[in-house]
C-alpha cells in the first residue's frame, strides 16, 4: 500500500518520511515540525506494510507518545493498528522489557516499582542500617535519592554492568562528588556504604527504583539480547529528543538496533540544555560517525517570525560544537528583538512591567505574554511589581519564589521575633532542630503560650526539660542568634544574614540537593530586605506578595482568567508565546557564574539562550542589567550572549542611570500604583 499524505508536508520533511533502511540522525531545528515527521514517518511505514507492532516509538514522555500514537491514528487508514505500536519513555518500555524477562537477572516477574517517597524511605533505612547514627548534617535521604540517580545517568554503562555484581555498582560515586559536590566530601565513604546497602535492599526485596528500570534492562540487553522475545520483533525504532538522551539510553538504543539496524533518532543539539541531569549531546553530535548514518536537516521555523530567527542564528553559530544549520521562515516580516540596556535588577521589574502593560494595550493577551529567566531567584522582585500593579500570573518554573521551602524557613525566624505566640512559624522552626518531632515542638510552643513573658534569648527551666539531648546544642545557638536579631537598629536584612551564617546554612546544605542553587535565594532574600528599615513592613510586603499570588493562581484555574507566565527557561523549552521577555542578561547571571569554567559550558549556556529567543513568536524582548544584586559577587557587565548579537538584527535602546530615580541616596524597590 502507498502512503500518499505528504501533501501537507515541506520537501526535507518528505524526504525524511520516506527514508529507507539503515539509520537516520533528523536535525531538527526549533519550530520546524519535527513531532509532524515522526507521526508522518510512522505512518508511512505502517502503509509501507510494516507491522505496527514491529515498530518501537521512544519518548520522554508518556504523554508525547500518546500524542504520536493519537495523531497516527489519525493518518492512517486502518487506526486500530495504532495500538500496536510499542510506544513510551525509555523507562516505560523498559519496564515492560523486564516484566517479561526479570527471571534472567534473578528478579521475579511480579517485581515492585518503586515510588519517589518509597524510595527515599528506603534510602532512610539504609542510613540507619549502614552508619546508624549517621551525626548531625549527614545529607538527608532525599539529597542522596538525587545524588545516587545522577550518578547512575552520568557514568552507568555496558563496561561496569559486565564487571561488577548489582550491589557493587557505585557508578563512581566519588568522582561526582569531588567534582561537584564538594560540601560532602567528609562523607564520601559512607555515602558510597549506604549506595552498597541500599543495592542490597533492592534486590533482597525484589523492588526496583526508577533508574533500575534503565539499568537493569541495559543489562538484560548486554547479556541476554539475543534470546529476548521483544528483541527478535522491533524492526524499525523513532526516538524523539536525542539530545537529551544519557549514556544509558544511548548504549540501550545501540543493543536494540543492532539487529536490524533501522534506529532514527530526532533531535536538536542546538537545544541540549540537560547535562546537569545526565544528558550527553555528545551522543547525537557522534551518531552520524557511530552508525554510519544517513544526516536530514529540518530548517524551516513554522513558529517565529524572520527577525527572530535571524537574531538566534547569529547568536548560537557562536558556537563550536554543533551541526550546522540556519534557520529561516516563510511567516510575514515583523519587529526585530529589541535589547534594553537597564542599570539593576530593580529597573528591570519596572520595565518588564512597563513592555506587558504596552503590549496588552496592542490587543495581546496575557497568555500570550511569558518572562523567561536563568535562575527562579531573578523572578522575586518581578512578582512583587505584578502584585501591585494587579497582573495576574502563573509560574511555571516550580513554587513561587516566597513560597519556597527554605524561603519560608528563613521567614519563620523573623515571624517569631515579631510575634512569639505564632504557632505555625513556632512549629516550622522547631521542627529543623535534630531529634524535634511535632509533638514535642508543640509542647516547646505551649511554654510560650502558657508563659507569654518568656524570652526568647533567656534560659528557662520550662524549656530546658523539653529539649532532646542532640537538640539542644542547636537551641542554645538559636537563643544566641536570637540576641543579636532583637539588638536596637538591626535591619531585617541584617537579621537574615544572622540566621543564616550561624544557624541555617549547616541545616540547608545537609537537606536539600541543590543547597548552592538555594543558597543564592537565601542571599537574594537578603538583599531583597535590605529595601525594608522595620521588620513588620517587610512581612506585610510578603504577606501582600504571597495572598496576591495565591488569588491570582486560583482565579486561573477557576475562571480560565487571562494570566502572564513566569518560568525558567529549562521549563519553558517546547513551549511558545507571542510575547517573550528575557530577563537577567547579566555576566554571571546569564551565563551563569557556575558555567564559565569552561567552553563546553558557556556553549550549553549559550544554547539556553537560543531556546529562550526561540520561544518567541512575534515579539521577542531581552533585558540586560549592567549590574546584579550585590550578592553577585562581581557582576558588573552585561551578559556576552547581548554583544554577540550584531547590531544589524536588533533595536537597541540604551536607559541612562539619570532616568532612575534614588531616595535617600538608595534605589528604592518600593512601588507603587
Known amino acids: 500500500m502507498t502512503y500518499n499524505k505528504t501533501e501537507i508536508l515541506n520537501k526535507a520533511q518528505k524526504k525524511i518520511v520516506a527514508h529507507k533502511k539503515g539509520p537516520a540522525l533528523v536535525i531538527a531545528g526549533a519550530g520546524s515540525g519535527k513531532t509532524r515527521v515522526i507521526t508522518h514517518r510512522v505512518a508511512h511505514l505502517i502503509q509501507s506494510g510494516v507491522p505496527a507492532s514491529s515498530i518501537l516509538l521512544l519518548t520522554f514522555t508518556n504523554k508525547a507518545a500518546d500524542e504520536m500514537i493519537q495523531r497516527v491514528g489519525r493518518t492512517i487508514d486502518n487506526s486500530t493498528d495504532q495500538n500496536k505500536i510499542l510506544h513510551g519513555t525509555f523507562h516505560s518500555v ?7 524477562h526479570a527471571k534472567l537477572i534473578e528478579y521475579k516477574n511480579n517485581f515492585s516499582i518503586l515510588d519517589t517517597s518509597d524510595s527515599k524511605d528506603l534510602i532512610k533505612a539504609s542510613i540507619a542500617e549502614t552508619l546508624g547514627k549517621p551525626g548531625k548534617f549527614f545529607p538527608k535521604a532525599a539529597v542522596l535519592q538525587n ?17 561488577l555484581p548489582y550491589h557493587r555498582r557505585n557508578f563512581h560515586l566519588d ?26 535492599k533492592k534486590k533482597r526485596g525484589q523492588v526496583m527504583d526508577f533508574d533500575d528500570l534503565l539499568e537493569n534492562w541495559l543489562e538484560l540487553l548486554v547479556v541476554h539480547g539475543k534470546v529476548l522475545t521483544l528483541c527478535s520483533q522491533i524492526e524499525y525504532i523513532l526516538v524523539d529528543e536525542y539530545q537529551d538522551t544519557n549514556k544509558v539510553q544511548a548504549e540501550i538504543l545501540l543493543l536494540l538496533s543492532c539487529q536490524q539496524n533501522n534506529l532514527m533518532v530526532v533531535g536538536d543539539d542546538a537545544q541540549s540544555i540537560y547535562s546537569w541531569r545526565g544528558a550527553d549531546y555528545g551522543n547525537m553530535l557522534e551518531f552520524p560517525e557511530k552508525y554510519k548514518a544517513l544526516t536530514y536537516y529540518m530548517e524551516e521555523n513554522y513558529r517565529s517570525s524572520p527577525e527572530i530567527l535571524e537574531a538566534a542564528n547569529q547568536s548560537i553559530n557562536y558556537n563550536t ?30 520595565l518588564v512591567l512597563k513592555s506587558i502593560l504596552d503590549y496588552r494595550d496592542r490587543e495581546i493577551p496575557l497568555n500570550e505574554m511569558s518572562v523567561l529567566y536563568r535562575n527562579h531567584v531573578q523572578s522575586a522582585v518581578l512578582q512583587v ?21 527554605h524561603i519560608k524557613d528563613i521567614t519563620a525566624f523573623l515571624k517569631v521575633l515579631f510575634n512569639p505566640l505564632d504557632e505555625i512559624s513556632w512549629m516550622r522552626l522547631l521542627r529543623l532542630l535534630p531529634g ?25 527551666e520550662s524549656l530546658n526539660k523539653l529539649i532532646p539531648n542532640k537538640a539542644f546544642n542547636s537551641w542554645i545557638v538559636l537563643q544566641d542568634c536570637f540576641q543579636k536579631m532583637l539588638e536596637d537598629k538591626i535591619s531585617p536584612s541584617d537579621m537574615i544574614r544572622i540566621i543564616y551564617q550561624n ?10 540537593e541543590n543547597a548552592l542553587q538555594r543558597e543564592t535565594d537565601v542571599r537574594y532574600l537578603e538583599e531583597f530586605a535590605g529595601n525594608y528599615d522595620k521588620l513588620e513592613t517587610f512581612l506585610n510586603e510578603l504577606s501582600l506578595v504571597g495572598s496576591s499570588i495565591l488569588t491570582s493562581y486560583e482565579s486561573h484555574q477557576d475562571t480560565n482568567q487571562e494570566s502572564l507566565t513566569l518560568t525558567t527557561i529549562h521549563q519553558a523549552k517546547g513551549l511558545e508565546w507571542d510575547v517573550v521577555i528575557v530577563i537577567g542578561l547579566t555576566e554571571g547571571l546569564f551565563p551563569h557564574q557556575r558555567s564559565l569554567e569552561t567552553e563546553e559550558q558557556i556553549e550549553e ?15 521577542l524582548v531581552l533585558s540586560a542589567p549592567l549590574i546584579s544584586s550585590s550578592y553577585f559577587k562581581g557582576a558588573s557587565q552585561r551578559s556576552r550572549f547581548i554583544s554577540e548579537l550584531p547590531d544589524m538584527t536588533i533595536n537597541k535602546v540604551v536607559h541612562k542611570l539619570d532616568d532612575y530615580s534614588f531616595i535617600n541616596g538608595r534605589r528604592s524597590t518600593q512601588f507603587y500604583f
Do not use: C
Open 94 to 100: 523498559g519496564n515492560r522489557f523486564l516484566r517479561q
Open 147 to 163: 545524588l545516587f540517580s545522577l550518578a547512575f545517568n552520568r557514568n552507568g554503562s555496558q563496561e561496569m554492568i559486565l564487571s
Open 175 to 200: 568522582q561526582l562528588i569531588y567534582s561537584y559536590y564538594p560540601h560532602f566530601e567528609e562523607f564520601t565513604e559512607s555515602l558510597i556504604k549506604v549506595l552498597v546497602t541500599y543495592r542490597k
Open 321 to 350: 560544537r554543533q551541526f550546522e544549520k540556519n534557520l529561516f521562515s516563510s511567516l510575514p516580516l515583523g519587529e526585530k528583538p529589541i535589547v534594553h540596556h537597564v542599570w539593576a535588577s530593580e529597573d528591570e521589574a519596572d
Open 385 to 405: 511589581k505584578l502584585t501591585h500593579a494587579g497582573i495576574p500570573f502563573v509560574i511555571h518554573s516550580g513554587v513561587k519564589f516566597f513560597e519556597q521551602a
Open 436 to 460: 524535634i518531632g511535632n509533638n514535642t515542638a508543640f509542647k516547646i510552643f505551649s511554654v510560650f503560650l502558657d508563659q507569654q513573658a518568656v524570652k526568647l534569648t533567656k534560659s528557662n
Open 503 to 512: 544557624f541555617y546554612k549547616d541545616i540547608l546544605f545537609s537537606s536539600f
Open 605 to 619: 549556556e549559550r544554547r539556553l539562550f537560543y531556546v529562550a529567543m526561540t520561544r518567541a513568536k512575534r515579539h
